[in-house]
């Protein structure tokens, strides 16, 4: 008789949170012990969390957590998803490579399906764990340095830039609600929960090094920056930027690119961010690299699929493989002026033989499903099998007017 294993992933109780901190604290080099309030302010913003404990070893250790958030999503289109935001996924280096990461996947895919959540977000440490899953990178970022006394603005600088410092009071009042308007009009935005804003405004210590300064938030009507400078670099971080309208992003970006005895600033935007089509010297801008910023994953195939909205009508059979949660299948998708109906009757293929058809991992139509990645470049890739015409389909299906770009790490 097998003996089970005493390995066995459960929720996480009021009296594990200390130990949730210390793991993960040795995972990701965050602090720890912290303070109660600082706890109590994390665990409001779980919706779940699970742990396992080595019971079999002195003093029950615990030895792996995963939790998930309930975080908002801007889907094409404009509606906002609620997402299963995994997150502070950490087996201890005692532990790894048991499988333990396999069984709490399992126990929060369950608990996603049953909360009836759509569609799954996270930010990866790395790039190779999560295909498995069925997540793909969706939204990826330009880091950037711009060199400021490079930067020559084809418009003229304005009598009144309409961007101030905001004050304390200012912030806490302005900024939740400017970071909701700007996440409406980007696809694949993370939205930010009440709970969230807390710990974002307090800009506590660890988050940076000893050398940096607080964060300073710039306001405009219709946006915001936060960025801080580096002492002994005379360098600028932007943290934040979030601009509703193409007014705003230029406002902002006039005052940030014009802080004097600032020699260098460093910035994540999306990969269609416009600032260098602004100036006159394009260099100004230089690209340093592109990093996925969030992962997805369908969950709900169906629902997802008709939640967005798509450039262009027409229908595509989708034959859909998982292997993981159960969402192999077939996906009639049918498109009429922009809005999705999703079939998941099997029809062979000679009972539809006008319809083209694609055949993807359920990762591939995650990581589309944004507009992050075309068609074509899967399929150039082998990983979309399909012909011409069917590829021709997804890619002005699926194309978006604005690359995806998330805003939030969690
Ligand atoms: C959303 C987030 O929270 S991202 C943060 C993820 N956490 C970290 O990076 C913290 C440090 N790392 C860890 O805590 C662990 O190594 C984890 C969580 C990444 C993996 O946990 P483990 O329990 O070792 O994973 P487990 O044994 O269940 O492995 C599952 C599969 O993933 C693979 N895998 C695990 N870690 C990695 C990795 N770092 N890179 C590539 N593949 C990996 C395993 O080989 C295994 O593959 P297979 O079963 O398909 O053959």
Wanted: charged share 20%; aromatic share 8%; net charge negative.
């Amino acid at each position: 008789m097998n003996t089970p294993s005493p390995l066995q992933p459960r929720l996480a109780r009021y009296e594990d949170w200390p130990e949730i901190i210390t793991v993960d604290a040795r995972s990701f080099a965050l602090p720890a012990p912290l303070p109660e309030a600082e706890i109590a302010e994390f665990r409001a913003k779980v919706a779940g969390a699970l742990v396992v404990r080595d019971e079999g070893s002195d003093g029950d250790p615990l030895v792996a957590v995963s939790l998930y958030h309930e975080l908002p999503v801007t889907v094409p289109g404009g509606a906002a998803l609620t997402s299963a935001g995994l997150s502070w996924v950490s087996v201890t280096a005692t532990h790894r490579r048991r499988g333990l990461l396999r069984r709490m996947l399992t126990d929060q895919f369950a608990m996603w399906r049953e909360a009836g959540l759509p569609i799954a977000t996270l930010t990866a440490s790395e790039g190779g764990i999560y295909e498995r899953f069925g997540f793909g990178p969706a939204c990826f970022a330009h880091s950037v340095a711009i060199a400021p006394t490079a930067v020559d603005w084809r418009t003229p600088a304005p009598a009144d830039s309409r961007v101030r410092y905001g004050t304390r009071e200012q912030i806490a009042q302005q900024i939740p609600e400017l970071h909701a308007r700007w996440a409406r009009t980007r696809p694949g935005a993370i939205g930010r929960p009440a709970t969230w804003w807390p710990s974002i405004l307090a800009d506590r210590g660890f988050r940076r090094n000893s050398q940096t300064s607080d964060l300073y938030y710039l306001l405009h009507r219709d946006g915001y920056a936060a960025y801080r400078l580096d002492a002994r670099e005379m360098s600028a971080t932007v943290e934040e930027f979030c601009a509703v309208t193409p007014q705003a992003h230029t406002d902002l970006w006039r005052v940030l690119t014009g802080l004097d005895l600032v020699t260098s600033i460093s910035a994540k935007v999306p990969v269609d961010d416009t600032l260098p089509l602004e100036l006159r010297n394009a260099r100004a801008v230089q690209i340093n690299g592109r990093s996925d910023e969030l992962w997805v994953s369908l969950l709900d195939v169906p629902a997802a699929l008709a939640a967005r909205t798509y450039g262009a009508d027409g229908t595509i059979m989708l034959t859909v493989t998982d292997g993981w949660a159960g969402r192999d299948g077939e996906y009639l998708l049918t498109v009429t002026d922009g809005q999705a109906t999703v079939d998941t009757a099997t029809v062979p293929a000679d009972a539809l033989p006008a319809v083209p058809r694609a055949e993807l991992s359920v990762s591939v139509l995650s990581s589309m499903y944004t507009g992050g990645i075309p068609a074509r470049q899967f399929a150039a890739a082998g990983r979309i099998r399909a012909d011409d015409e069917a590829i021709a389909l997804l890619d002005a299906m699926f194309a978006t007017s604005r690359a995806p770009f998330a805003g939030t790490y969690f």
